[in-house]
DNA sequence: TTGTAAGCGTTATCAC
DNA sequence: GTGATAACGCTTACAA
């Protein structure tokens, strides 16, 4: 059996206020009280019970962090960044898997008992449709959207600009003289908006560059996967004339379209040349290495985060949309022997 | 402010009791009853509040998975295999990173208030020393290690045989006429049992295929990290004559290995054949895709999983080791046009 | 089968 | 500055 604050003030010989107050670290107490509860702690190893102090202050200091897949690098370098900047404010962070299943995720924004558990929400579906936020709204969980859906100002939001993010790749891809430029990462059925805006940048930047678009080389891919990847492209490469470079929506994506351009005996850059989304690790190692945009994940992290600890302390404060920055990062897979 | 179970019992005029008999599910409840407090939870909106049921049962529902960190794919993908198998069990799971910090590692097994809020720990370290342990002895947290440290008696252990797994790496470099196989992941303080135990397996091997031991071929890498295998390799890339082969410890340092190579001038595996550790999703879509030792992540995570749930609820249990398996998969990085 | 009440370990409100 | 004591919301003897 653990100690507790009683067992602390019996063997101190003060009541459990002075206690609380030494463990909680009050100001006024007197140096003799706090050394003798310092001592008395010390001898019976005494641990504050997290859960008590919860249920009396309301705080359980966690926050849930929802995402698609842990092992979706982008996903799990959010989430090191996000466990990262939560220290800072004291919060820990649990992480829940959707595995793209809407039930599940509905159930988490409705807020079944598992989600009372956090004082705080960071939500990064991969597909999630607006609807579902209206069921989040009986729930008074602090709420935090990351690089999704439009703003519709009812919830904090922590975006990325999806639509010149993707421009900037296609616009990439133009310029180094590419002219049949082709999409991966639509989705089967279009209601999300994280591809439709890649999608509607994507035709943006063949407009402004002059290009004809090719509706057959809009390939959707339902997970942001390398298998995934690697299928939409075999289906690229059936066409003909082929495509002399692929944007894809996410680095995964494009390494597995990378794969694939190899595997049916072409070369990247040379034959077509490969672009992706998020700039993950993974990406800078590849063969060739990973042109991308890169989104910066440790800002979307630290503002994600300094959002819900002060929607946490000030509910009634208006929600905010915060875009983050990106770049382009051209490397081997679109510029060969590039430094 | 969220209903509690007496505004339920209020509005539906029946007891806390009966109402914490209905959700609870417990079985004596009449019909009548049983609709009269469930539609008093639909028109309130009730959820039960998992903290107070915490405090009252002292179970808290929570596992902790010490893991150095999330982005490492192995522990991504280890971290979904445990989620997943804590699911199952009715236990969700927090992730803390240590980052390669001892003091973390140290406060985390010794118990610091956070800590009491797992009814059990699962504690994957890259980096902890036998001492650590003895720290954890005072806390009564169940605890399971995963994949390190020889087994002591005192906790429970899911392990890999480490040793057998080098072993069949360098045999199989062996076997495909490699002669001067280096290795890459020896931590440069020699106090860890997972690279001390993939060290012996190297040695080992090359003694059995009868193998000249080359004391330069063995690189230390601080973290299993890509860089850290593109600098040992680099390192390697400087002797003469030059490795025919390399096993590296991890797969994402044989990924970082398999860079240097090319960006040096020499192939994979025709100048140098490479092998890793672990079987991660990464190694599949690399070009080549790399040769590895496929460790079983789902059993282990299962294992675990069951060990410290029978461990919870029969804390005098004796400790159990349980070696998961692990295979040989040969890919391109090792065998050219491999299927 | 259901109601009453005690208590989990903490913090916070009141006195003193 | 410190001591009693009442919550926080739930589960569970014990009674009825």
Redo the contacts between chains.
């Keep these: 059996m ?1 100690a507790t604050l009683r067992d602390v003030a019996e063997r101190a010989a003060v009541s459990v206020r002075t206690v609380s107050n030494v463990v909680s670290g009050y100001e006024h107490v007197s140096k003799r009280m706090r050394a003798k509860v310092l001592a008395a702690i010390e001898e019976l ?1 005494y ?6 102090r ?2 009396r202050t309301g705080r ?1 200091g966690l926050l849930g962090l929802v995402v698609p ?3 979706v ?1 982008y996903f ?2 959010l ?2 960044d996000v ?1 990262d900047a939560a220290a800072e404010y004291g919060y ?4 829940d ?1 959707t595995g793209h299943d809407h039930d599940r995720e509905r159930q988490l924004l409705m ?4 989600t ?2 956090f004082d705080g929400m960071l939500f990064s579906p991969l597909v999630t449709k607006a609807e579902l936020l209206d069921m989040h709204g ?1 729930t ?1 969980m602090p709420l935090v959207l990351l690089g999704e859906h439009e703003f519709d100002g009812r919830y904090d939001h922590v975006a990325i600009d999806n639509v010149a993010a993707a421009m900037d790749a296609v616009a990439h891809l133009a310029e180094i003289g590419r002219e049949r430029i082709a999409a991966i990462g639509s989705q089967p059925q279009e209601e999300y908006s994280t591809p439709l805006q890649r999608f509607a940048g994507y035709t943006k930047a063949l407009d402004t560059a002059g290009l004809v678009t090719h509706p057959e080389f809009a390939i959707t891919a339902e997970h942001y996967s ?1 298998e995934a990847g ?1 299928e939409a492209t075999r289906a690229l490469l059936a066409l003909s004339p082929l495509p002399d470079a692929i944007f894809c929506f996410s680095d995964l994506l494009a ?2 379209a ?2 694939a351009v ?1 595997d049916a005996g072409l070369d990247v850059p040379g034959d077509i040349a490969v672009i992706g989304i998020d700039d993950v ?2 990406g ?4 060739p290495s990973l042109s991308t945009v890169s989104l910066d994940t440790p800002f979307i992290a630290r503002e994600a985060v300094r959002r819900i600890a002060t929607r946490i302390d000030e509910p009634e404060t208006p929600a905010e949309e915060v875009i983050a920055p990106h770049r382009l990062v051209a490397r081997e897979s679109t510029v060969a022997n590039h430094p």
């Excluded at 641990?47 to 008590?52: I, K, M, Q, T």
């Excluded at 820990?92 to 992480?95: G, H, L, S």
């Excluded at 807020?111 to 598992?114: A, F, I, Q």
């Design positions: 653990p190893d641990r504050a019970n997290p859960v008590a919860t249920l359980t897949e842990i092992t690098p799990s370098e989430a090191r466990i820990r962070v649990m992480i898997q807020g079944d008992d598992r009372m558990l009986s008074k390398r690697y390494i597995g990378m794969r190899f690790d993974e800078r190692f590849a063969r």
